[in-house]
């Protein structure tokens, strides 16, 4: 299980008790770039207003944000190890070592280490979303590192990456949203 040990508590609704809400949040998930309502999407579908306005804001981050893919891949993993969120994880590993994050970053990451070795585009990126959740801020110096890496759009951006991947993480560890099935759990969970 992802999250906690115990049945999934938000488990998908079958369509035919979907409100109409509901159904209407399904068909925008569906016609845009996920394809499919599965994960966080699952429990967030209960507040169908939330979602609907959540969806629009991961859509971007996710697939047309200004940071490049191995850098915000590198993002989501953090958030994801820091939240200790094995859906989210295994929902972007393979999309992060497509990308171009090295097998060896996510097996060290996955044992939550310092991110020593890292290139240092991506050390910046990794401490600035370690720092910013353990810190609730950031230091000048990683600030204007990240800063000379993404530009103020880009800093704002991961911002916003290290927060909507820490409100589906804590969504779907209060729902204990479960792995797919046969998937291998990469860390303990809380």
Known sequence: MSGATGRDRLPPIPDEE????????????????RRDVRGPFIPLLRSPALLDRVHPIGEYLRFRSVIPAELRELAILTMARFWQQTYEWHAHAQTALDAGVAQTTLDRLSVDWDGAGLAEDEHTVF??????????????????????????????????????????????NVARTPLPSGAQVPFNSP
């Open 18 to 33: 979907q409100t109409p809400a509901q159904k209407k949040s399904v068909n925008a998930i569906v016609s845009g770039s």
């Open 127 to 172: 401490e600035f979303c370690r720092e910013l959740h353990r810190a609730h801020a950031v230091s000048d110096s990683l600030y204007e590192a990240a800063k000379k890496l993404l530009g103020e759009d880009g800093v704002v951006e991961l911002c916003g990456l290290c927060g909507y991947y820490t409100l589906l993480a804590m969504v779907m």
